[in-house]
């Protein structure tokens, strides 16, 4: 499966990624952490990537999580993931949405474009009717990608992640199928 965009393209990450990732993660490993959880060192390490690529490939098949690779499609370079996680069936029909996109990258348009690529992915294909995603106040480039990609603010959670040691407040943005 593949998403195809106007300077992008995605398609589930494969055993074959795990150098590109850690690549990616190594190369933005200061502006990464200041945004998401604390990394072990191990996380910066071929073995780890790849067990986590194979953990993605088990929670597609599991209908649990969908890992994504953003990629360049003149060079095929990997420049980042997109994540639909904690995918719950029944009545709620929802996930959680996560992102991130090598720094060198930024400015072009590439993660609202991956974002909304997604977001269709999940609407029509997994036919779920909610997405939601969390984002530190002070990340503005991060609110607006949401905002253009049809996310809407609902409120705040207080100190509700761990990161670099440190519970950090987010903005709480959501999104509902149309069709529904």
Request: glycine residues 8%; contains cysteine; negative net charge.
């Amino acid at each position: 499966m593949k998403l195809v965009g106007v300077g992008i393209y995605m398609r589930f990450l494969e055993e074959t990624d795990a150098s590109a990732k850690l690549d990616l993660n190594l190369r933005n490993r200061s502006f990464f952490e200041s945004y998401l959880t604390t990394r072990t060192e191990d996380f910066y390490t071929l073995n780890y990537q790849m067990n986590s690529i194979r953990s993605g490939i088990a929670s597609k098949e599991k209908d649990e999580g969908y890992f994504l690779g953003v990629f360049l499609p003149d060079s095929d370079d990997l420049i980042g993931i997109v994540s639909l996680t904690e995918v719950v069936r029944g009545p709620l029909q929802s996930c959680w949405l996560g992102y991130s996109l090598d720094q060198a990258q930024n400015g072009r348009g590439y993660t609202t474009e991956a974002v909304r690529l997604v977001v269709d992915y999940a609407f029509q294909v997994l036919k779920l009717h909610r997405i939601e995603a969390g984002v530190m106040p002070h990340n503005s480039a991060s609110i607006r990608v949401l905002e253009k990609s049809g996310f809407e603010k609902e409120g705040l959670s207080k100190k509700n992640v761990l990161i670099n040691g440190k519970w950090e407040d987010h903005l709480h943005f959501a999104i509902v199928n149309p069709n529904d």
